[in-house]
Structures are given as C-alpha cells and as structure tokens.
C-alpha cells in the first residue's frame, strides 16, 4: 500500500554585497554562523538557526550543500498557575534545562548553491512549516547580527519569485502604473543585462535603484523589451509592483514579495526518501531560476 508524502519547497535569493567576493564567501558566511550559533527571530517567540551544514554528495551532482533549519520557541517569562503568580528566578533556577534544548523544535531541511547563491528549503514537510516570508525574516535576522556585518558586510535577502504569476501579471489588459525596485545583483550572475545593470549601480555609487512608470490616461503602458528585462531583474533582486485594469474594467493589482515560488511535491515513501524528493525538486526549480537568469 503506497502511504504518499506531501513537501513544498521555496526559496531565497541571498546576495553579499561587497566587491571582489567569491561563492566561497558563501560558504564561510553560512558556517560561519552555524559555527557562532547565531539566531534569528521568526515571529513572536519563535526563533531559528542553521545546523548540519555540510556538502551534498550523494543525491546532487552540483556543487551544494544541504542542512537543517532549527525553528524552535524562546520562553519568556514562567507563571505558576497553583499559585496565581509569576515564578521567581529563584525557583527557575531549582529546574535545570540543558542550554541545548529547544521549546517546540522543529526541523526542515534546505539546500545551499554558492555559485548561484540561492537557497531552498522546506515550507512545508510533515506538518512542519515554514513560510516563505518566515524563513526570509529568519535569515534577515540572522545576516543582521553584528559579528556577521562586521565579517562580511550588508548582505540582501530576497524570496524567489514564481515566474508563472509574473508571467501572467505583465499579461493584464490595462497596466496603468508599474513600480520596480533593484537591489545591487551579484557580480558573480551571468545574464549581460544584469552585468550592465550592476556595472551601472557601482558607476553612481548606489545600492538600490527604484523606478516607476504610469500609463498616459486611459492608455497602458505599453511593455517593450527593455523594460521586461528590467522588471525580471527587478523580481529576482528586489520588488515588482504594478496595477492596472482587466478587459472587463475591475482593478488588478500585483505583488512579486506576495507571489514567492512554492512547489509541491507528493511522493511515496515507500519508494523515495522525502530527502531525495526535496533534493530533487530543489534542484528543478534552481535550474529554472538559472534559466531565467540567462534567457
């Protein structure tokens, strides 16, 4: 009897932003903070951090490297219910709790690619979640930590877009006003448009790039080549926002940080390990960014 297994996979864009740097840089800044145990905060008391870092060998033939993302609550204050009050530190102090442990722990796997410096991990797996938006404050969190600034500068984090919904979003019938922001990309991408771009942030000595575009009255912009390619360096390093109208006249309005991808995979695990089914998916979807990056 075959017992299926649901997993999502999503991913992020993680981009060091200093000069000269190499995907090894990459690698130093993810154990690095596995080394100084750094956390970060999720969402009210839950927090997270990164474990079991170490290369892939066994089911990817890419250079990657594949760990753990710990989730796991921080308890705050303790309150005695018998007596109505707080519990004292005197009294906490009487409860030993090894450093180690973790409230409600949760792991999920993910997936580094230094060269292309994208990262994929588990929204989903087992009834353990970890949303897009979740695990790209985590990481922000994490890469915020003064030692980790200190060591290897400003360092952007970015959801991966699903080119599907951008794809159908720049198909509106009406657009009236479009809204791109740009975020430095790598030195290290390969698509010439990017190149260009990134040559022309480091000419002007800026970091961010944020442009709008607005419709003459009752007419859409009209989306020529040049300017779609803007956009999708725009999904990939930063935000595209727009607004328009369909061909029945209702307002429609689009969002790539609010459209992340989010693949679902079932597979049998009678069959397949669930780490060899998300191996495999993540591996799918990166070549497709890759694609993108290159078309």
Known sequence: MAHKKKIEVSGLNIRLTTKNHTSEDYVDLLKFVQRLGIQGKIAGNDWGELRGISQERDYIQDYCFSGDILRFTVIGGWFDTENNSQVSDRDLKKISIPEKFRANGQRLSFLFFPEHHLLFFEAYADGKRLGPTSCERLMKDI????????????????????????????????????????NRPNPDGFAENERRVLERMARLNVRTIESSYKSVRDEGIDVDEDLRSEADIAARNGKVYLKGKDDEGRKKEFDTSEHPVRRPVIYDEEVELGTQAFFSLAKTIKDEVVRWINS
């Open 143 to 182: 890469f915020s930590d003064s030692r980790v600034r200190e060591k290897f500068g400003d360092i952007e984090v970015t959801k991966i877009p699903d080119r599907d919904s951008l794809d159908e979003a720049f198909e509106i019938y009406l657009m009236e006003t479009l809204s791109l922001r740009i």
